[in-house]
């Protein structure tokens, strides 16, 4: 592959995870633009081309080979019965990017209770493949119609019940759903074209992003904690903080003291510091991190 032909096509996910993939490319240090007008995002790297994808049919694409590489959620792959190469799991802490419920629910005056009752009856769904599957599962035969939209809307008239996402479940209280089984815990997902990988230069490209996002996500819930320590209470110290790794000691021009730093999570901060500052460190600091690779 010539110098001038080396890119790789990366699908981004548009829609609800889009806010949250630029936030995170961000983080891992590339410049993502995003403009209401262009399903062509600008990246400040000549080498990558962004393609802005509803992540419904993302698996598609790359398992075609259209795109290299994308993100998309565990439940699109599933639904497309995509074959493409699962990389990296990029649950993150922010919106959007945690753990999806797919549900079947039911309204709450409803005779059904389990996924046995649908026999025969009415679902409707967004995801027909991954329903039947699970249908299917369970032994259970019914009609699953695809749901354009406002699906939790359909039952009791349009629909005996449904298979649709949830995150906090408020939605479906206030429908008056009652949820009878998970069909699917959902989250972010890197997939890959298997050819992509094949090639030596895309799958270096690739290998490096994802080391970037995950270093990324790691340090999304992270600080850095430095102080000054007299020599004598380093002991004390040591045994108050919860070190990612080994606490790095530094040595200071006062013989008497040292400099200390360390990783912890951000949430332990509040309660750390105090703390600290009781077993004898000075001069405490907390620092955002934006990437950690492990």
């Not at 259209?66 to 792959?77: F, H, N, P, S």
């Not at 549900?103 to 026999?119: C, G, I, Q």
């Not at 629909?159 to 949830?166: L, R």
């Not at 819930?221 to 530094?250: C, E, F, G, Q, Y």
């Given at each position: 592959?010539?110098?001038?032909?080396?890119?790789?096509?990366?699908?981004?996910?548009?829609?609800?995870?889009?806010?949250?993939?630029?936030?995170?490319?961000?983080?891992?240090?590339?410049?993502?633009?995003?403009?209401?007008?262009?399903?062509?995002?600008?990246?400040?790297?000549?080498?990558?081309?962004?393609?802005?994808?509803?992540?419904?049919?993302?698996?598609?694409?790359?398992?075609?080979?259209?795109?290299?590489?994308?993100?998309?959620?565990?439940?699109?792959?599933?639904?497309?019965?995509?074959?493409?190469?699962?990389?990296?799991?990029?649950?993150?802490?922010?919106?959007?990017?945690?753990?999806?419920?797919?549900?079947?629910?039911?309204?709450?005056?409803?005779?059904?209770?389990?996924?046995?009752?649908?026999?025969?009856?009415?679902?409707?769904?967004?995801?027909?493949?991954?329903?039947?599957r699970f249908l299917a599962k369970h032994?259970?035969?019914?009609?699953?119609?695809?749901?354009?939209?406002?699906?939790?809307?359909?039952?009791?008239?349009?629909?005996?019940?449904?298979?649709?996402?949830?995150?906090?479940?408020?939605?479906?209280?206030?429908?008056?759903?009652?949820?009878?089984?998970?069909?699917?815990?959902?989250?972010?997902?890197?997939?890959?074209?298997?050819?992509?990988?094949?090639?030596?230069?895309?799958?270096?490209?690739?290998?490096?992003?994802?080391?970037?996002?995950?270093?990324?996500?790691?340090?999304?819930?992270?600080?850095?904690?430095?102080?000054?320590?007299?020599?004598?209470?380093?002991?004390?110290?040591?045994?108050?903080?919860?070190?990612l790794a080994t606490p790095t000691v530094?040595?200071?021009?006062?013989?008497?003291w040292v400099e200390m730093s360390t990783?912890?999570?951000?949430?332990?901060?509040?309660?750390?510091?105090?703390?600290?500052?009781?077993?004898?460190?000075?001069?405490?600091?907390?620092?955002?991190?934006?990437?950690?690779?492990?």
């Amino acid at each position: 592959m010539s110098e001038n032909a080396k890119l790789l096509r990366l699908g981004i996910p548009k829609g609800s995870l889009q806010d949250t993939t630029q936030k995170l490319f961000e983080r891992a240090g590339y410049d993502l633009r995003i403009s209401g007008r262009s399903y062509y995002p600008d990246i400040d790297d000549a080498q990558m081309q962004c393609i802005l994808i509803r992540p419904q049919e993302m698996p598609r694409y790359v398992g075609q080979g259209i795109l290299d590489c994308a993100i998309t959620g565990l439940d699109w792959i599933l639904e497309n019965d995509a074959d493409v190469a699962e990389l990296a799991d990029l649950r993150a802490p922010w919106p959007n990017y945690g753990v999806v419920r797919w549900v079947l629910a039911a309204k709450d005056d409803s005779p059904f209770r389990a996924v046995k009752d649908l026999e025969g009856r009415r679902i409707a769904t967004e995801a027909v493949g991954m329903t039947r599957r699970f249908l299917a599962k369970h032994g259970v035969k019914a009609s699953v119609e695809f749901s354009w939209g406002a699906t939790e809307v359909k039952p009791p008239i349009l629909a005996d019940a449904i298979v649709d996402v949830s995150e906090t479940g408020s939605s479906l209280r206030a429908n008056n759903l009652r949820i009878l089984d998970v069909v699917l815990e959902s989250t972010p997902r890197l997939i890959a074209h298997r050819e992509a990988l094949k090639d030596a230069w895309k799958n270096a490209k690739i290998e490096r992003l994802l080391m970037m996002l995950k270093g990324a996500i790691a340090a999304a819930t992270r600080v850095l904690l430095s102080m000054n320590v007299p020599r004598k209470n380093v002991d004390d110290v040591l045994k108050i903080l919860p070190a990612l790794a080994t606490p790095t000691v530094s040595t200071l021009a006062d013989p008497e003291w040292v400099e200390m730093s360390t990783v912890v999570e951000e949430k332990t901060v509040r309660e750390l510091i105090p703390r600290l500052y009781v077993a004898g460190a000075r001069g405490i600091i907390e620092l955002p991190i934006n990437k950690i690779v492990e």
